[in-house]
């Protein structure tokens, strides 16, 4: 069965090697695919991981998701999962015999689980709400899982009659912790309900001898509180008593035991409010005490912890740095750090075996796409495994490289480079200035092939020449620069992004004569900023942008984080609001300027992008706006998304002339 299922894998890749074009297109990144969630076996001898590829066809807009697994040297690579509905989070059992995933094959995502020999696979929960996360417990008998708590009757009738009014902030429906006994041979047990109360738990972990489980928590869940609050409790699974072991101020997030279970990791603002971005790794005995925070990563942004050391001594902890990301082994005792990568690009989803003998992540860079990577921890000595995106016969990669700059007030600020295809030095070129989101958001060295919002290898393909600044804001480059815009958006940045345009023109590369400026999120703000405050740019695109931050503040589902980046609430200083919002600069816009925006966008609520358009429709300034149709913060829909690089291509076409012969 396993052989029959290779042949079919092999198979299926060598149906897309021969499809290069011409051209880059967003039908052409949309081939790649995305991998994650990589995880070793117990043992370390086998990977499990996810291959995500999108499908087209008729009427199909949506993202397939499957199981694939191999040994740890990349040999015997075989896909596990083959149904039409995706599958996801693979999580091998303590003793390496049985993978349990979740399916979306039932109407509610559910556990299910597969025998590592080969056969088929069995639906192990049935829960009328579905499961979120879950682990299997340290000797493989039970698996603890997250669900929300279900409708009551009443509710459930209310629903059926049509008389399901929601009140805002009320009633909420928490996640909560359930265990459910294993056996491969029969599925009598029912799920036992293990925690309760008004609170959201966000991440859990067993302790190593099966008798405690550590898990976060928030107030309530909503992604605003996600900001602010979250503490850290271990419940007993004998009498089901909870104590709290961390509980000061700010967010407490993603605990983890030591090996020895002495010990609890977890990931922590220290004991106040950083909404803007602040965190360290720190550790707390299992049975209570003062937290103690370890090394700090350069960036101290939101460092991951991959794993801890066999012995209990260290943890593995990943994080940006700068246009890269990096792997730190970071001791438990002292201030020790060390930094493990030394790559170019960039790397995700690592995972390092319980032995620390070997490690694997995904890799890829400016010019080469996402493959997963595997060998020995030390030196971190890897080789490629995998080669779903790499024989794949795309065009030509157009050079990218890293360039630095100096701002107004003497900050320095890089970004990333794109020439256009067929670059010749004697001329100059149309430049797509594209602002990330955020505002800590961050470009990367990622490959510039893929998939996206904006396609650099279509605008590039398409004549453009493509700057992505990182401006003070940004993740990756510290605390200090990442919280350098505070109170400040739209001009320590704006000189930041526009120091780097003239870097381009500068260096030849520009032609400051045609500037097109886009972004989405914070980089849709800056872009409705940036065209209050100059005519260089000949046309514009706002994506999902916030010209107003004071009905922003009142519609977003995140208005902690804009009033931290404020300084405080609209209604005791509204000089600060309105110097930071577009819409009161209105009168000073002259660039055609697109306005694209999601329907259902809560995070940047579609009206943001409707004033704007209204604004600049009424005071004649060249616009349109084009409204994606069931989409949230940003396109969700493959289809959708490769709608977004040819719609900006086209505005830009009626403002710039891109033709190389001038």
């Known amino acids: 069965m396993v052989y029959f299922k290779r042949l079919i894998s092999i198979s299926i890749l060598l149906l897309f090697v021969n499809v290069q074009s011409q051209n880059w297109t967003p039908e052409t990144s949309i081939q790649l695919k995305q991998i994650s969630d990589l995880n070793f076996s117990n043992k370390g001898n086998k990977i499990a991981f996810v291959v995500r590829e999108a499908l087209i066809e008729g009427e199909q807009s949506e993202y397939l998701s499957q199981i694939w697994v191999a040994n740890s040297d990349g ?101 909560h912790v359930y265990t459910k006994n294993f056996d491969s041979k029969s599925d009598t047990s029912k799920a036992e309900r293990i925690t309760t109360g008004n609170y959201d738990i966000t991440g859990f972990d067993w302790k190593p001898d099966g008798k405690k489980i550590v898990f976060s928590h928030r107030p309530e869940p909503t992604f605003n509180s996600g900001f602010g609050l979250g503490d850290i409790s271990i419940v007993n ?30 990931v922590s603002n220290g004991g106040k409010r950083e909404e803007i971005g602040l965190s ?29 050391s066999s012995d209990s001594q260290h943890l593995y902890v990943g994080d940006l740095d700068r246009t890269q990301s990096q ?15 030394d790559y170019e690009g960039t790397v995700s989803s690592p995972a390092i075996s319980n032995d620390e003998l070997k490690i694997t992540f995904v890799k890829q860079t400016v010019s080469e796409p996402s493959e997963v990577f595997s060998g020995l921890l030390k030196g971190v000595k890897t080789k490629q495994i995998t080669n779903f995106n790499s024989d794949l016969d795309f065009p030509a990669i157009t050079k990218t490289e890293i360039i630095k700059w100096k701002s107004k007030d003497g900050l320095e600020v890089e970004g990333l480079l794109t020439y256009p295809a067929n670059y010749n030095k004697r001329k100059k070129y149309p430049l797509a200035l594209i602002i990330h989101g955020g505002p800590a958001g961050v470009f990367t060295q990622a490959f510039t092939g893929n998939p996206g919002i904006y396609t650099i290898q279509y605008f590039t393909n398409n004549g453009y020449a493509v700057l992505r600044p990182n401006p003070r804001g940004s993740t990756g480059y510290g605390k200090d620069f990442r919280y350098a815009n505070f109170k400040d958006w739209g001009f320590g940045d704006y000189e930041d992004i526009m120091s780097g345009v003239d870097k381009a023109i500068d260096m030849g590369v520009a032609d400051p004569k045609r500037l097109a400026v886009m972004g989405w999120s914070y980089g849709g703000y800056m872009t409705s900023f940036v065209v209050t405050r100059t005519d260089r740019f000949k046309a514009a695109s706002m994506g999902a942008g916030l010209p107003n931050l004071i009905s922003m503040t009142t519609t977003t589902d995140i208005p902690d984080y804009l009033v931290a980046h404020m300084g405080g609430e609209f209604w005791d200083d509204y000089e600060t609001y309105e110097k930071h919002s577009a819409m009161y600069r209105i009168k000073n816009v002259v660039t055609p300027t697109q306005i694209l925006h999601g329907e259902n966008d809560l995070r940047v609520p579609f009206t943001q992008g409707q004033e704007f358009y209204v604004a600049l429709k009424r005071r004649g300034v060249q616009t349109e706006m084009a409204v994606y149709p069931r989409t949230p913060h940003g396109p969700r829909e493959p289809k959708l998304l490769m709608d977004v690089s040819p719609r900006i291509l086209n505005w830009l076409d009626k403002y710039i002339d891109r033709s190389t012969d001038r």
């Not at 459930?156 to 009659?161: A, I, L, V």
Request: hydrophobic share 35%.
């Open 75 to 175: 040999s015997d690579l075989v896909q596990f999962t083959y149904d039409e509905k995706s599958s996801n989070r693979p999580r091998f059992s303590p003793d390496g015999k049985y993978l349990a995933f979740i399916s979306q094959r039932s109407e509610k995502p559910q556990i299910w689980i597969m025998n590592i020999a080969g056969g088929g696979s069995w639906q192990f929960t049935h829960e009328k709400e579905g499961v979120g996360a879950f682990h299997w417990s340290p000797n493989g008998q039970s698996i603890a899982f997250l669900m929300k708590d279900p409708l009551t009757e009443e509710e459930e009738k209310e629903k059926k009659e049509k008389r399901d009014v929601i009140v805002v902030d009320q009633n909420f429906k928490y996640a």
């Open 237 to 266: 699974l004998s009498n089901k008593k909870v104590k709290t072991l961390v509980d000061w101020e700010g967010v407490d997030t993603s605990p983890s035991f030591s090996p020895d279970g002495k010990l609890i990791a977890f």
């Open 280 to 308: 360290d790794v720190y550790v707390i005995k299992s049975n209570g005490g003062k937290p103690k925070k370890l090394a700090e990563t350069p960036n101290r942004g939101r460092p991951g912890v991959i794993n801890w």
């Open 327 to 341: 792997i730190y082994k970071i001791g438990v005792q002292g201030k020790t750090i060390n930094a493990l990568l």
